[in-house]
């Protein structure tokens, strides 16, 4: 499962610095800015309940009106792996994979590159406190392709940093607007 994030990454960081070098002569590429960040969610859920949270569609629940992922593969799009999906940054797209989505595993991972810009890997795992309760660990590793993209890959990195708290509230708030383990359609 590891290697599709692989060749899925590689795949797209290539389309990406392809793209930035075609046609370009110049001196030796530079070292880009790379980033990673980690932070911990608790969710006050069962894990069956909490994984649901994290998956692209129903991230929707409670990621706020930026989070709006235009589904390229499957459709209807749903949570699932290998799904492909677009989100607007701003003026800027990025093309999203969902390179693992184990529910047994209990581990989710995403891979998007914005072309040009960022390429960027985000680990979710899970782990079960106790019949109600879930620690969802996540790790952003941000690698800029471009000197435009070292500053995208900090500000980003910026914001993963404060992301764990604010994530916890969204969470949160969601869920005490509804019955944890009920179903909603």
Same mark, same amino acid.
Request: charged fraction near 20%.
């Given at each position: ?13 290539? &389309? ?10 110049? @001196?030796? @590429? #530079?070292? %880009? ?42 459709? @209807? ?28 595993? %209990?581990?989710? #991972?995403?891979?998007?590159? +914005?072309?040009? +810009? ?42 993963? %940093? ?5 994530? /916890?509230?969204? +969470? ?5 607007? %509804? /019955? &944890? ?5």
């Amino acid at each position: 499962m590891l290697g599709m994030a692989v060749r899925v990454m590689t795949a797209m960081c290539a &389309v990406g610095v392809g793209a930035m070098a075609a046609g370009q002569a110049g @001196p030796a @590429p #530079q070292e %880009r800015a790379h980033v990673e960040t980690n932070f911990d969610v608790v969710v006050h859920a069962p894990y069956a309940e909490a994984a649901r949270l994290f998956g692209p569609e129903g991230e929707r629940a409670w990621a706020g009106k930026h989070w709006d992922p235009r589904f390229v593969y499957p459709q @209807p799009g749903r949570d699932e792996q290998g799904a492909v999906f677009t989100i607007q940054h701003g003026p800027l797209e990025a093309v999203w994979v969902v390179a693992r989505h184990d529910v047994e595993a %209990r581990h989710f #991972q995403y891979v998007y590159v +914005i072309p040009g +810009i960022m390429a960027c890997t985000i680990d979710v795992g899970f782990t079960p406190v106790d019949a109600g309760t879930t620690n969802v660990h996540v790790t952003y590793e941000r690698t800029a392709l471009s000197a435009e993209g070292d500053g995208h890959v900090a500000t980003m990195a910026e914001g993963d %940093r404060k992301a764990g708290p604010e994530w /916890q509230a969204a +969470i949160e708030r969601y869920l005490s607007g %509804r /019955q &944890v383990g009920v179903e909603q359609h």
